[in-house]
């Protein structure tokens, strides 16, 4: 398992990131964002209905191997939870994540 996807989001003096950073949408860009100490960390994504088609994760080089991409991962699930909806992980880290938090296994789109 990565220590990225384990590690819980951390400040710059290895504290926990603010409790009001949350993850939002941002539909008009397609993508969930997480901001940071004056830098946004995204996943952009696709709409097709109630799917999210999660294509790619970036994160600043400032705000790297600090768990925000964890952070901003599981946020980004819970309000495609929240929603009623579901996700197609195109991205490697997000099915990753996926795969290694059974909790978000159910979101994943199935194909009839």
Do not use: W
Request: charged residues 20%; hydrophobic residues 40%.
């Amino acid at each position: 398992m990565s220590d990225e996807m384990n590690a819980p989001p951390r400040g710059p003096t290895g504290t926990s990131a603010p409790a009001g950073s949350a993850v939002s949408d941002r539909p008009p860009r397609s993508r969930f964002e997480l901001a940071l100490e004056d830098s946004v960390a995204f996943i952009q994504y696709q709409r097709v209905g109630k799917r999210y088609v999660l294509l790619h994760v970036e994160v600043p080089p400032a705000l790297r191997r600090r768990g925000i991409a964890a952070q901003l991962t599981s946020g980004a699930l819970d309000l495609v939870r929240a929603r009623g909806g579901t996700v197609e992980a195109r991205c490697a880290y997000v099915a990753r994540y996926i795969a290694q938090h059974a909790q978000y296994q159910d979101l994943l789109h199935r194909q009839l």
